[in-house]
Nanobody, 126 residues
Framework: QVQLVESGGGLVQAGGSLRLSCAAS????????MAWFRQAPGKEREFVGR???????????DYTDSVKGRFTISRDSAANTVYLQMNSLKPEDTALYYC????????????????WGQGTQVTVSS
């Protein structure tokens, strides 16, 4: 089993930046996908982006259209940590952000991920 812990959320003004971290511990897998989801009050959980790797090699990363060019997912393999760099934040980015992981996958559905963190709140003020 993999334990995931998010951090880095907070309150930021529109146009600002935040970097979220997702630290993984426990069982490790050579090939793995880590995704970020978010959920705003009263809305469904939404896919933000994903990174998939095999060993030290990142195989691919993809993002939902609303964050392309603003958000970037990266990985520090030595630290077992995945980051979500969020730039040019907008009030509509306000949500509880979760990291989720599982076997390498191309799905954007939350059901495709086995391991989940508790979430970190991001609030963007206008």
């Amino acid at each position: 089993q993999v334990q995931l812990v998010e951090s880095g959320g907070g309150l930021v003004q529109a146009g600002g930046s935040l970097r979220l971290s997702c630290a993984a511990s426990g069982r490790t897998f050579i090939t793995y996908s880590m995704a970020w989801f978010r959920q705003a009050p009263g809305k469904e959980r939404e896919f933000v982006g994903r990174i998939t790797w095999s060993g030290a090699t990142t195989l691919y990363a993809d993002y939902t259209d609303s964050v392309k060019g603003r958000f970037t997912i990266s990985r520090d393999s030595a630290a077992n940590t995945v980051y979500l760099q969020m730039n040019s934040l907008k009030p509509e980015d306000t949500a509880l952000y979760y990291c989720a992981g599982g076997a390498a996958t191309t799905t954007r559905s939350s059901t495709g991920y086995r391991d989940w963190g508790q979430g970190t709140q991001v609030t963007v003020s206008s």
